[in-house]
């Protein structure tokens, strides 16, 4: 058995930072880089919205930056997730893929959210090419271009209505004859002369030949006037909700609805003491690498204070 003073979950920008705070702090943090290393921006081409690059800077250079600068000060970055975790009394016990069981003083987790696809082939093999799952991430790149967001909920139309003060035009795909979100979401929407709602449209799959240049609908599916329908779009942007990777502590820590890590008070404090959280798997609004890296930050630094105290 392994004993660490901070043991951090998941990496991305809330993980490495926490592990860049946590070293210089000496807590001599262990972090388990998960299934995915470097998290979401990972899955994005270039990142213009973080502050520093002036260039923008492609999400994988970046993550791995991130993650030389938590090992420089002596981070023990891991590849490989955290499987099965015991919170009932101090210290926490946690098991690895691998076997490996450990010892924690302190726990943070940073395991992120996963964002919902429809499961089409073409999403893997357009994404970073014209998929997207964060508009406020790539629309930049769809300047007056013609774009798609799929959902009906409030992020949706958020969404849409966001890329509407940037592109040309911009559909919003809805398999429901009605929108979900909120009524003042839906008058936005329906009043903005950039988006044209598709109402009862299935996406069933993208075309061309170097990234995206168009999409397969079908409306009204299985009914008698089933039509397929092609648009001609730049972009394709997935709006239908995220998953947070939080399964494994539902057990111990309480979770909203959708499964996001409850906080107290905004602290990156549970209600386990030396549980802490930071970025996407604690928070369903904001979803920025920015943000994330923020309380990455917050969570090492009410660690460390929780060590001094206790």
């Not at 007056?144 to 949706?156: E, L, M, Q, R, S």
């Not at 795909?173 to 299935?202: C, G, T, W, Y």
Request: charged share 25%.
């Amino acid at each position: 058995m392994e004993k660490t003073k901070c043991l951090i979950i998941g990496s991305g920008p809330a993980g490495y930072t926490a592990a860049i705070y946590a070293s210089r702090a000496n807590l001599q943090p262990i972090e388990y880089s998960g299934l995915q290393p470097g998290g979401q921006l990972t899955q994005t081409t270039e990142v213009e919205n973080f502050p520093g690059y002036p260039q923008g800077v492609d999400g994988n250079v970046m993550m791995m930056e991130l993650r030389e600068q938590a090992e420089r000060f002596g981070a023990d970055i891991r590849d490989g997730s955290i499987t099965k975790v015991d919170f009932s009394q101090r210290p926490y016990k946690l098991w690895a893929e691998d076997g490996t069981e450990i010892e924690a003083d302190t726990v943070i987790i940073a395991t992120g959210a996963s964002a919902k696809y429809l499961g089409l082939a073409d999403e893997q093999k357009y994404n970073g090419q014209g998929v997207s799952a964060c508009a406020t991430c790539d629309g930049f790149f769809y300047r007056k271009k013609t774009v798609a967001v799929v959902g009906g909920g409030d992020t949706a139309c958020e969404d849409a209505l966001y890329l509407a003060d940037l592109a040309a035009k911009v559909y919003l795909i809805v398999r429901k004859p009605f929108l979900r979100a909120s009524k003042v979401m839906q008058e936005r929407v329906m009043n903005n002369d950039k988006i044209e709602i598709l109402f009862e449209h299935n996406t069933l799959g993208l075309f061309g030949e170097n990234g995206v240049e168009g999409a397969h609908l079908v409306k009204r599916k299985g009914e008698a006037d089933e039509q397929m329908v092609d648009i001609q779009i730049d972009g394709f942007f997935l709006a239908i909700g995220h998953k947070p990777n939080t399964d494994i502590f539902k057990e111990w820590l309480e979770t909203d609805e959708t499964g996001y890590l409850k906080k107290i008070d905004g602290t990156p404090r549970t209600k386990l003491p030396g549980i802490f959280v930071a970025g996407d798997c604690a928070d369903p609004v904001y979803r920025q690498a920015i943000t994330a890296a923020g309380t990455g930050c917050q969570a090492a630094i009410e660690a460390e204070r929780f060590l001094l105290n206790s």
